[in-house]
């Protein structure tokens, strides 16, 4: 997994809108980093997640996978407070509790392409920012697509 | 730094709520009983209550003398959890079913329920996982479950078929069906005939082809795919620009629970706009089969007959919406259909030959129909820029929530809307999956009203209407209690006499209706139930609501057991 810098960071911390109590009272969504999911010989994809302490933030808080399927998360939580995740997850969301200095995964199975988000479900977690995005690229299946020539997209 | 904390693996969500996780077995359901569905009253087992559409309840408990003592028996709430798509515009649109007391019931967000039927007690629970992103031109919403052969069928907002066991909720098979990318998405109550799956294409904003498909019940392989749009070379395809690309984006989509003859073998589907919906110019002719009625043979997927509603539709008039079958006195399979433009259409549905039609709505200004069906459009945007007033509106003097009929009067009971629109034509290129309407709309905010009318089919006369401020909105349901029951956009759930249109009762639910009630008993009581929940489309047939609560409870009422 890697992440991924820009300029981007930069003004959000300029604007103090990247951390908790700045600008705003929390810290914006979709304001962490970007990480990429890697695809296992088994065809799971794993990922690892952290909430770093006091930031309220799933870091990375966007994490691609290159098509939907079988997840793995390992969900790390560094923070002095207990968090939870309620993730999707075809048939169910699924649900951890997660104490402080606390660690657990969870498995997913996603469609794609598409996005979607989870959070943390406990008190305002998920609007201080414990709101994060899992993306997934892709196609889909070619018996699902329109009888009709390649068509322009945005 | 001491080692982690152990928090162990997510478990899925529902094993910290009551939710049991089995249902009781319930008697199979297969293409034999559905088409005697009418003989098992305290059943509801299709989408319409039987393949004719009629959405008819024979059970009398509740009638024009006990009405007035009914009662909440139990209530039921989705509820939502995190970030969903269409979270503005999520709405509780389904029919529920009804197997042996087992109510499987979808809601908005994907999900799937087994309710115990007596009790409100949630057996279990599905939720497919649909993407935040994905493209609905009309809210987070679902109209229902298809239940036989020991399973449940959902058609989901990513357009994935997906089987369910039927006693324990868990995945059987998951087909994907359509292409999120190309902008399309799924909405539609699934439909079993024979061995079949029956399900149809949403997207008509967004310029994809128009389908209907067919699934193999047990093993969800396609059986075959019916595109409503012919390619260049196809019957109909004359109806297209000779060298445009129109035809590839032309609409035409499925998003109704067609009706079926199982004599005929017929599928009667309804089918969705033209895409760009408001620009004709950029598709000059007919439009095959943009707003028609298409009569396909369940067992190839061949069109047998089309009637058009609204050729080279320039007003959004999708003809989605349901084909009530029933026969004349003298034995005539007809077909009856309430037309998003405003007129009322009776077929003979054995070559779709035009028997009667005239006008339901009040105002119609976009155009009109003469008695022998000869189309005369008056009013449409044409012009680049120009704003042009027309009714009904885009949502039609009748969307897709369903009318209802009554053996006992022979009279069909229609919710309608009386509400117009502007459109101001807005030419774009199209891009795959962004919104292609070619116009910019406005729907009015106000000069709207409703009512519920009674029409005699064979006549075309209007014996009686339940006029009300707002537009209808949500289903009829007729029983043979001599019931006709509607929803408000206001929340109130209403039984009107099926004689005289005169109220006879009424429950406000807290939430506006956009859902198809439907009636079930078990060990002798009758129940009427009615998924509430005002949203959806909300903008484009009735914007002086938006901001109305919203809900997602489903209602269930009985008499009182002493």
């Keep these: 997994m890697t992440a991924t810098d820009s300029d981007r960071e930069s003004e959000l911390h300029a604007a103090g809108l990247d951390g908790q109590n700045r600008t705003a ?25 952290r909430i770093p302490e006091d930031q309220l933030v799933w870091e990375p ?34 649900i951890i509790w997660m104490v402080n200095h606390s660690k657990g995964t969870a498995r997913l199975n996603l469609g794609g392409p598409g996005t979607y988000y989870y959070g943390s479900t406990t008190g305002n977690d998920e609007g201080r920012g414990l709101t994060a995005a899992l993306v997934f690229g892709g196609e889909v299946p070619d018996s699902a697509k329109l009888d009709r020539p390649p068509q322009p997209r945005p | 730094m001491t080692d982690y904390v152990d928090a162990g693996e997510a478990v899925p969500h529902k094993t910290l709520s ?41 059970l009398d408990q509740i009638n024009k003398d006990t009405v007035k003592r009914l009662s909440p028996a139990w209530v039921f709430q989705a509820g939502s959890t995190g970030l969903h798509s269409g979270s503005s515009t999520y709405s509780f649109e389904a029919s529920p079913l009804v197997v042996d007391g087992v109510m499987f019931v979808s809601g908005p967000e994907g999900k799937v329920w087994a309710i115990d039927g007596k009790t409100g007690e949630e057996l279990w629970r599905y939720k497919h996982a649909s993407p935040y992103d994905v493209s609905l031109c009309c809210g987070n919403v679902n109209r229902g479950v ?49 061995d079949k799956v029956i399900v149809g294409s949403a997207g008509g904003e ?52 067609p009706s079926y003859d199982p004599e005929l073998e017929l599928l009667f589907q309804g089918t969705g706009n033209p895409a760009p919906d408001f620009d004709g110019g950029v598709r000059e002719g007919d ?17 047998r007959w089309h009637y058009q509603f609204t050729p080279h539709d320039l007003w959004d008039y999708d003809s989605t919406m349901e084909n009530l079958l029933f026969d004349a006195p003298d034995g005539r399979k007809l077909l009856a259909h309430a037309d998003k433009n405003g007129y009322f259409f009776v077929l003979d549905r054995t070559n779709g030959e035009l028997v009667r039609v005239f006008p339901f709505v ?23 820029g120009v704003p042009v007033h027309f009714w009904p509106g885009p949502a039609g003097g009748k969307e897709w929530t369903h009318m209802a009929y009554s053996p006992n009067t022979g009279l069909i009971y229609v919710p309608v809307q009386e509400v117009g629109a502007t459109a101001t034509r807005r030419r774009r290129e199209f891009k795959e999956s962004i919104p292609y309407w070619g116009a910019g709309v406005a729907v009015d905010l106000d000069d709207h009203y409703g009512f519920v009318a009674a029409i005699d089919p064979l006549t075309g006369e209007e014996k009686w209407r339940w006029r009300n401020e707002y537009p209808m909105c949500a289903s009829t349901l007729t029983t043979a209690g001599g019931l006709v029951f509607q929803g408000t956009p206001t929340g109130e759930f209403v039984a009107l006499d099926e004689q005289t249109g005169e109220k006879l009762w009424s429950f406000q639910c807290g939430s506006g209706h956009h859902s198809s009630p439907m009636s079930y008993s078990i060990d002798g009581r009758q129940y009427i139930a009615v998924p509430t929940g005002w949203g959806g489309w909300v903008e484009g047939f009735l914007p002086g609501l938006l901001g109305a609560a919203a809900g997602d409870a489903l209602f269930v009422f009985a008499l009182p057991e002493n």
């Design chain 1, 25 to 49: 009272l929390g810290r914006l969504l979709g304001t962490g980093g970007i990480g990429y999911a890697e695809e296992g010989s088994d065809g799971v994809m794993r990922a690892t997640v």
């Design chain 1, 61 to 94: 808080s966007i994490l691609v996978f290159p098509h939907g399927g079988e997840i793995e998360l390992t969900l790390i939580n560094d923070d002095k407070n207990t968090h939870c995740a309620v993730l999707p997850n075809n048939g169910d969301p699924k």
């Design chain 2, 18 to 58: 009551a939710v049991k996780g089995q249902a009781p077995q319930v008697s199979n359901v297969d293409y034999e009983r559905i088409q005697n569905a009418a003989s098992e009253p305290h059943n509801w087992i299709t989408y319409y209550g039987t393949y004719d559409a009629q959405r008819h309840s024979r």
């Design chain 2, 146 to 194: 298809a239940v036989g052969h020991g399973k449940v069928y959902m058609y989901t907002l990513n357009a994935h078929l997906i089987a369910l066991d039927a006693e324990t909720g868990d995945l059987v098979w998951d087909v994907t069906n359509g292409d999120v990318r190309a902008g399309e998405s799924g909405s539609v109550a699934p439909l079993i005939v024979k």
């Design chain 2, 206 to 257: 967004f310029g994809v082809r128009g389908h209907l498909d067919a699934f193999d019940a047990q093993t969800g392989e396609r059986q075959w795919r019916c595109y409503t749009v012919p390619k260049p070379g196809e019957p109909g395809s004359e109806t297209w620009p000779d060298d445009g690309e129109a035809w590839q984006r032309g609409g035409a989509n499925c998003w109704i629970t």
């Design chain 2, 287 to 303: 439009n095959l089969y943009t707003d028609s009625t298409v009569a396909i043979d369940v067992n190839t997927g061949e069109i």
């Design chain 2, 362 to 384: 009040d105002r119609i200004t976009w155009g009109d129909i003469s008695p022998d069906g000869k189309v005369t459009p008056k009013v449409y945007p044409d012009e680049e």
